[in-house]
């Protein structure tokens, strides 16, 4: 009995030295395959490890200075544009004044701006040695629109063009000749250089000289608009983006035909032109960027939100 238990515990204790060997063996394999894969993975060779760390290429980044001057009517558009294109390229240092677009022009044809805004095109305001070295980008359309005071506005809805030649050319004196109240017309009116007047002049005035006004003259847009909202009996004309969540003053129709934007599109408003964005030789660089975003699709909507026409959707054109 002695004897049996003791064969007994030799055999127990050789069947846990066997267990203990397999044991070893394994782990030894697994941490062989931990080792391979680990040095797989890490390997420099292997070209997939190497995609996945590799880091995502990115689009360059937009930098430098951008500087504009000109016409008062293009300018809320500028100011907007240039907000939401330093939005997303904040490196780049965008000023923007107006001071009328004969000033404009003159400034980027001398070389002292980047861009120069007109309401006109450069032959119209420079000699032609100075226009001829500049590159013409039409960022959109712009509606004139005749304002006059409300106690006019109220009672006159709409002039036939006979009758708006002869209140800006100084024939017509009294609202009353032409239905309004018995009130002087005055005069809000804008400097020769201005590219605003230009433009009323010859699509709203058949080219007859307006009447100027020394004490009321302005070519600040927001300027004029106040002159005409506090003056009794005033009129005057601005860009529809002027008066886009502005009531302070009435509209006045021609021939019968409101200034809308819907009214310059399909051709039955006359009082538009084309706005430009002019660069001495072709645009360059952010200059080039900031253009090219004014008058890509994605900011089409915007343009119209702020009084502007888009000039790919007329369905007339000069």
């Known amino acids: 009995m002695r004897k049996m238990k003791r064969v007994l515990a030799v055999a127990l204790a050789g069947v846990l030295v066997l267990s203990m060997v397999a044991c070893s063996n394994k782990s030894s394999k697994e941490k062989d395959t931990e080792t391979a894969t680990t040095e797989e993975t890490t390997s420099p060779d292997n070209s997939a490890t190497e995609e996945s760390e590799a880091p995502a290429a990115t689009e360059a980044s937009i930098t430098g200075s951008i500087t504009g001057s000109g016409s008062s009517a293009l300018l809320p558009l500028a100011q907007d544009a240039a907000d939401k294109f330093k939005a997303t390229n904040p490196d780049v240092s965008i000023t923007l004044n107006a ?78 000749d032409v239905g309004g109240p018995d009130e002087a017309v005055v005069l809000v009116t804008r400097p020769e250089t201005s590219g605003t007047r230009a433009l009323f002049t010859k699509y709203a005035l058949d080219g007859k000289e307006e009447a ?35 009531d302070t003053v009435g509209t006045i129709g021609i021939d019968g035909v409101e200034p809308t934007l819907e009214n310059t599109y399909n051709g039955t408003y006359p009082v538009w032109g084309y706005e430009h964005m002019y660069t001495k030789g072709e645009a360059k660089d952010a200059a080039k ?25 007329m369905t007339v054109t000069r």
Not at 221 to 226: A, D, E, P, V, Y
């Open 289 to 313: 960027a900031y253009i090219d975003y004014v008058m890509s699709d994605d900011y089409g909507s915007q343009m119209e939100a702020l009084g502007y026409n888009v000039a790919s959707k």
């Open 99 to 176: 001071g009328g677009s004969g000033e404009g022009l003159k400034q980027v044809a001398e070389g002292t701006v980047d861009i120069g805004n007109s309401d006109v095109e450069a032959e119209a305001k420079l000699e032609a040695d100075q226009a001829k070295d500049l590159v013409d980008h039409k960022v959109c359309v712009i509606t004139m629109a005749p304002i006059a005071n409300k106690d006019v506005s109220e009672k006159v809805k709409s002039l036939t063009k006979e009758q708006l030649i002869g209140i800006f050319t100084g024939k017509t004196t009294n609202w009353k």
């Open 212 to 246: 100027s006004n020394a004490s009321l003259e302005t070519d600040d847009s927001g300027t004029l608009l106040q002159s005409v909202a506090s003056q009794k009996g005033a009129i005057g004309y601005v860009a529809l983006s002027y008066l886009v969540n502005n």
